[in-house]
C-alpha cells in the first residue's frame, strides 16, 4: 500500500492544476484548507515533480489512514505498539535519477516563512540501522538545505542520536519522503529501541506494507522519494525553524547530511509538511497519545482515551478521559499523564461523557465541573519542552498544572452536572425542506 493508494481512496481532495510557485505561494495554499488534502499538479521549475500535503491534517484523515475511527485511534495504535509485523520484501519501484544531486535542482524544497528565510523539508523520514543490534530505526528529523547535496539535520537525543553517537565515522542513513500515511504514524511514534517501525506501520495496515532492500536498509518498496546519504561528525548552523509551537524555535548547531544517490519513482509526489500548522501537529501529537495511555492504564486502568490538543500545540496541553472510581483518580491520572510525556505543561481530567477531541465541550466541563482552589494543583519547577517560549530560559525550568474537571463525589447529585438532552436525535432538517 502507497501513498498513492492512500490518495485514491481518500474521498476529498483540493487539486490544483495552475502553475505555483514552491516559495511562500504553495505554502500558503497549503494552509487555506486543512480539512482535506491538497495536491499540486504544477509546481514551478519542476516539471517532473507533484507536490501533496494535509493528507493526516484532521484526526479523521489520520483515522482513515490507520484504519479505525477517530475515536478508536489511540486504543487502535496501543494495541499495534505490541504486535508488530514482519514486512514482505519486494522490488523497488523507486529508481537511481542522480548521484551527488543538486538537490534544489531536483526537488523543491519550499521557504514556507517570509521571516528567516530557509529552505526546508519536515516530512523527511530518515531509516538507520543500529551497529550493535542490527535493528533498523524510523524517525522523522526536518532537514535545512544548505548547499547542492549538503543539509543540515536536526537530531534530538532518542534513538537516532544513540545510533549516531555509537558509530564509528559517518553514519549510513535513507531519507524518505512520500509514504502512505501509515508509515509517517509509526516513524513518529516514540517507543522502545527494540521496535522496528515499519513492523509498526505493517501492523497499521495488515500486514499489506512491502519493503525492498536497497544499500543495506530496507525501504518502503512503494516510496515517492528516497535519498541515500551519510551523517557526519561534523556540525553546521540548523535554524530558525517554525516548530509546533507556530513560533521560532532556536538556531543550533547540528550535524551535516550529505547526499550521495537521489532515488525517485517517475512523476513523484513530493510530500511537503506545512511547519507549525495542523499536520505537522497532528503527526508529532497523535503518535504520542498511545504511549501517555498506557502509562496511565497501569495508574488509573479506567482510563479511555487521551488527546493531546492542537490549542496546545499538540504536545504542550492534553485532555485525560477517565471513568472516575474514587475521588483521587483524576490527580493520579494527570500525575502519569505528565510523566509519561515529560513535554506536557497542562493536563485537563474530564470524565467519560466529554468527548477529550473537542475543544468546546473540554471547556463545558472546566466552567461547570471545576473550581480553582480545589481542582487546580500546581508542580513547580519542573523541566518540560524548548519549544514553550513562555519558560524560565535561565533555569530551564516551568511549572506544570493539572486541572480536575470532573463531577465531584462529594456535596451534590450526579444529576445536577448533566446536559441537557433535547428529543428528536433522530430528526434531520431534510426531511422537512
Not at 509514504?179 to 495488515?206: F, G, K, R
Not at 475521588?327 to 502519569?336: F, I, L, S, Y
Request: glycine residues 4%; negative net charge; hydrophobic residues 35%.
Amino acid at each position: 500500500m502507497s501513498l498513492r493508494d492512500f490518495l485514491g481512496a481518500v474521498g476529498e481532495k483540493n487539486i490544483l492544476k495552475d502553475s505555483v510557485s514552491p516559495d511562500y505561494e504553495l505554502p500558503a495554499l497549503v494552509s487555506k484548507d486543512e480539512s482535506k488534502p491538497v495536491v499540486f499538479e504544477d509546481v514551478e521549475g519542476y516539471p517532473e515533480c507533484r507536490v501533496v500535503s494535509n493528507i493526516v491534517s484532521t484526526r479523521k484523515l489520520l483515522a482513515e489512514a490507520l484504519g479505525t475511527t477517530e475515536k478508536n485511534i489511540v486504543q487502535d495504535i496501543s494495541d499495534c505498539l505490541d504486535k508488530q509485523i514482519e514486512c514482505r520484501k519486494t522490488e523497488p519501484k523507486f529508481e537511481k535519477v542522480a548521484e551527488k544531486p543538486d538537490l534544489l535542482k531536483e526537488l523543491p524544497i519550499p521557504i514556507f516563512y517570509k521571516k528567516n528565510e530557509r529552505r526546508y523539508f519536515a516530512s523527511t523520514m530518515v531509516i538507520a540501522r543500529d551497529p550493535e543490534t542490527g535493528i533498523q530505526n524510523m524517525s522523522f528529523h526536518r532537514i535545512m538545505h544548505r548547499d547542492k547535496n549538503k543539509l543540515s539535520i536536526r537530531i534530538v537525543k532518542r534513538h537516532l542520536y544513540d545510533i549516531y553517537e555509537k558509530t564509528d565515522g559517518p553514519l549510513d542513513v535513507a531519507v524518505v519522503m512520500g509514504v502512505h500515511p501509515a508509515v509517517e504514524v509509526a516513524a513518529a511514534t516514540s517507543y522502545s529501541p527494540e521496535m522496528d517501525e515499519l513492523e509498526l506501520a505493517n501492523a497499521y495496515m495488515d500486514g499489506e506494507l512491502k519493503t525492498a532492500e536497497v544499500n543495506g536498509l530496507d525501504i518502503p518498496a512503494d516510496a515517492e522519494v528516497v535519498m541515500f546519504g551519510r551523517i557526519k561528525k561534523e556540525e553546521a548552523e540548523e535554524g530558525p525553524f517554525v516548530d509546533l509551537s507556530d513560533t521560532w524555535d532556536k538556531v543550533r548547531q547540528q550535524p551535516v547530511l550529505v547526499v550521495d544517490e537521489l532515488w525517485t519513482r517517475e512523476n513523484p509526489y513530493v510530500r511537503i509538511l506545512l511547519p507549525g500548522k495542523a499536520e505537522h501537529k497532528n503527526l508529532m501529537g497523535v503518535p504520542q497519545e498511545p504511549r501517555i495511555y498506557k502509562i496511565v492504564k497501569n495508574t488509573v486502568p479506567t482510563v479511555k482515551n487521551v488527546v493531546l490538543t492542537q490549542g496546545g500545540c499538540s504536545w504542550l496541553h492534553g485532555v485525560v478521559q477517565i471513568k472516575k472510581r474514587y475521588e483521587g483518580d483524576p490527580k493520579n491520572a494527570g500525575m502519569a499523564a505528565l510523566a509519561a510525556h515529560p513535554s506536557m505543561k497542562k493536563v485537563t481530567i474530564v470524565d467519560e461523557d466529554i468527548d477529550p477531541s473537542d475543544s468546546q465541550e473540554v471547556e463545558w466541563a472546566t466552567a461547570t465541573r471545576m473550581q480553582p482552589d480545589k481542582d487546580i494543583i500546581l508542580i513547580e519547577r519542573c523541566k518540560g519542552s524548548s519549544l514553550d517560549p513562555s519558560q524560565d530560559y535561565e533555569n530551564k525550568l516551568m511549572t506544570k498544572w493539572i486541572v480536575d474537571a470532573t463531577v465531584p463525589f462529594e456535596g451534590k447529585n450526579r444529576d445536577e452536572f448533566d446536559k441537557a438532552e433535547l428529543p428528536g436525535e433522530d430528526l434531520e432538517l431534510d426531511d422537512y425542506r
